[in-house]
C-alpha cells in the first residue's frame, strides 16, 4: 500500500505523524495577535517595518548566495541605534590579551588560550602543571 502525505519521507512502511506545523511556526499565534491588535487599535507584535527588516536580510542571503561573497543588509530606511559600539565578545586576561578559554589536559596540566589584542596573534599559555 502507499501512503499519500505531504512531505512524507516515504510510501510505504511506518510512518511518523506529521504534527502541526503551521502551529508550530507560530501562524496562529501571529494572526491572532494581528487580528486582535487590529480590533484594538494598537500595534501588533510583529510590524510592517519587521517585515522590512527581514525581507532586506533575506536578500542579502541570496545576493551573498549568488556571488559567494559576505553581502551587506541594505536598510535606507533604518530605525535602530547608529553609532553603537560592538560588544567585544573577549574577556581581558592582561593589559595585552584577551582570554579566549582555558583546557585542562589529559595529563592533568592546566592552559590557557589567549589572543593578543593588537596583532590578533593566538597563543597558549601553561598556568598550571600536575
Request: hydrophobic fraction near 30%; aromatic fraction near 14%.
Amino acid at each position: 500500500t502507499d501512503y499519500v502525505a505531504e512531505k512524507a519521507e516515504s510510501t510505504s512502511g511506518w510512518q511518523f505523524p506529521v504534527g502541526d506545523e503551521a502551529h508550530e511556526l507560530g501562524y496562529p499565534t501571529m494572526f491572532n495577535d494581528m487580528f486582535d491588535s487590529y480590533e484594538k487599535g494598537v500595534q501588533p507584535r510583529e510590524t510592517f517595518y519587521d517585515g522590512y527588516v527581514v525581507n532586506a536580510i533575506v536578500d542579502a542571503a541570496y545576493k551573498s548566495a549568488k556571488t559567494k561573497l559576505w553581502e551587506p543588509v541594505n536598510l535606507p530606511v533604518w530605525r535602530g541605534q547608529t553609532g553603537v559600539q560592538k560588544p567585544s565578545v573577549f574577556q581581558e586576561y592582561d593589559a595585552e590579551h584577551w582570554f579566549i578559554k582555558d583546557e585542562i589536559l589529559p595529563n592533568g596540566d592546566k592552559k590557557v588560550i589567549l589572543k593578543h589584542k593588537k596583532t590578533g596573534e593566538i597563543s597558549e599559555k601553561e598556568t598550571w602543571k600536575k
